[in-house]
């Protein structure tokens, strides 16, 4: 049974930076896809960013790009998030989330954390 759980959440004010953590244990991290997704106040959740198994090819929605960045820490089996300048409407619950498959849609996820907060201020 895989387990991802999350950690790094918290409050900061606009142009902050927070790096979020996602721990996998049963499974070794380069056999899924991995990805954070997000779902803001009232909305559905939505992906944020994805590492591929080989961990040399990533994806970013295009409201992150150049300030998010998906790594891969293969001996921790671990997957980071590094989030810089971040904005108001950043603000959401992050999810860490596994598949075999790429995944583009919450329907393709077979795993997900159990989530972290993320609040930034103006």
């Known amino acids: 049974q895989v387990q991802l759980v999350e950690s790094g959440g918290g409050l900061v004010q606009a142009g902050a930076s927070l790096r979020l953590s996602c721990a996998v244990t049963g499974r070794t991290v380069t056999n899924y896809v991995m990805a954070w997704f997000r779902r803001a106040p009232g909305q559905g959740r939505e992906i944020v960013a994805a590492?591929?198994?080989?961990?040399?090819?990533?994806y970013y929605a295009d409201s992150v790009k150049g300030r998010f960045t998906i790594s891969r820490d293969d001996a921790k089996n671990t997957v980071y998030l590094q989030m810089n300048s971040l904005k108001p409407e950043d603000t959401a619950v992050y999810y860490c989330?596994?598949?075999?498959?790429?995944?583009?849609?919450?329907?393709?996820?077979?795993?997900w954390g159990q989530g972290t907060q993320v609040t930034v201020s103006s």
């Open positions: 989330a596994a598949s075999r498959q790429f995944i583009t849609t919450p329907t393709l996820v077979e795993y």
């Open positions: 590492i591929l198994r080989s961990g040399a090819n990533t």
